[in-house]
């Protein structure tokens, strides 16, 4: 089983950057695809960066060119650096993989990201 741990999260003022940090753990060689989610409070969870099975990076209309997912294979670490961030970027922000054939999704705990205006 992979383990996922956020890191990073807090409060920042509109127009300020954060960096989030996800240590990965685990049954690591059985990692497809990774990458960033997040749930605002009555809103459904939704993708914000993902790095798929095959390589391609994807983002979410509403963050690109303000957010950048990254990874350091070495340390077992996914980032997201978000810069210009907005008073609707507040939200619960979750790192998740998917492992094994069956593609399982596996969460971390998550961290919470607070912009104010």
């Known amino acids: 089983q992979v383990q996922l741990v956020e890191s990073g999260g807090g409060l920042v003022q509109a127009g300020g950057s954060l960096a989030l940090s996800c240590a990965v753990s685990g049954n690591i060689s059985s990692i497809n695809a990774k990458g960033w989610y997040r749930q605002a409070p009555g809103k459904e969870r939704e993708m914000v960066a993902v790095f798929s099975s095959g390589g391609t990076t994807y983002y979410a209309d509403s963050v690109k060119g303000r957010f950048t997912i990254s990874i350091d294979n070495v340390k077992n670490k996914l980032f997201l650096q978000m810069n210009s961030l907005k008073p609707e970027d507040t939200a619960a922000y979750y790192c998740?993989?998917?492992?094994?054939?069956?593609?399982?999704?596996?969460w971390g705990r998550g961290t919470q990201v607070t912009v104010s205006t």
């Open positions: 998740a993989v998917t492992q094994g054939d069956t593609f399982e999704i596996v």
